[in-house]
């Protein structure tokens, strides 16, 4: 079946710590996206990536790093810069020139 | 003003009432235009996808688009308790492959049995 994996569904960090979120796509797709969700706040973009070994920041970039180096896979690390990291983290993926993006099912960050 | 405004709800309906969810916009550049369902503790899941104005039919769901009012809704007829989710509408000027699609803040629904 094709589609996109996030792993682990729930993660707990302490303060202090960076941490990484995994997103993996079997659909082709050139394009891949990190954004956070917070209640009430909608979907935030961090990062975004058109081609393997390139990538954009998104409206809420600091404090969160990102690698493109193959073109399945599109990790995020959530680093101790991060102010305030609990939140639902979801990865997307679309076409390159395509405008419908896919969604993963998302991991769910807790800073302890 | 924001870019895209959408009513947070909760919007609760018997089951078979006929939903109606919108949102408005202020930039007159988006042509592109998606509504997601997002059921609780899941990712997002793409419903329907329409291109500058008109109407798109896909079983139950209907998806309209107004750019003269900037102004899209999706109706759902024969409302079932499996439909109850938070809807995000969805958009952009060129596509979104470049990061610019631009999300309303959903709609939660619930249809009561």
């Known amino acids: 079946d094709g589609g996109i994996t996030q792993s682990p569904k729930y993660l707990f960090r302490k303060e202090g710590q960076n941490v990484t979120l995994s997103c993996e796509q079997n659909?082709?797709?050139?394009?891949m996206y990190w954004y956070r969700q917070d209640p009430g706040q909608g979907l935030r973009l961090i990062y975004y990536s058109q081609i393997v070994n390139d990538f954009q920041k998104g409206d809420i970039a600091e404090g969160y790093s990102v690698s493109r180096e193959k073109k399945e896979s599109f990790p995020l690390t959530v680093t101790s810069a991060q102010k305030n990291p609990t939140a639902f983290y979801l990865c997307?993926?679309?076409?390159?020139?395509?405008?419908?993006?896919?969604f993963g099912p998302g991991t769910r960050l807790t800073v302890l | 003003q924001k870019e895209v405004e959408q009513d947070p709800g909760p919007l609760s309906v018997p089951e078979g009432a006929i939903v109606s969810l919108n949102c408005t916009y202020s930039n007159s550049a988006f042509q592109y235009f998606m509504w997601y369902r997002q059921y609780s503790r899941k990712g997002p899941e793409l419903l329907m996808y329409?291109?500058?104005?008109g109407n798109k039919e896909d079983g139950r769901f209907t998806a309209q688009v107004d750019k003269s009012s900037k102004y899209i809704s999706l109706f759902i007829r024969d409302s079932q308790p499996s439909d109850s989710a938070t809807y995000l509408c969805?958009?952009?000027?060129?596509?979104?492959?470049?990061?610019?699609?631009?999300f309303g803040k959903g709609t939660k629904l619930s249809v009561k049995p």
């Open positions: 329409t291109y500058s104005s």
């Open positions: 659909l082709n797709h050139d394009a």
């Open positions: 969805a958009m952009s000027g060129d596509g979104g492959s470049q990061g610019n699609l631009i």
């Open positions: 997307a993926s679309s076409k390159r020139s395509g405008n419908e993006q896919f």
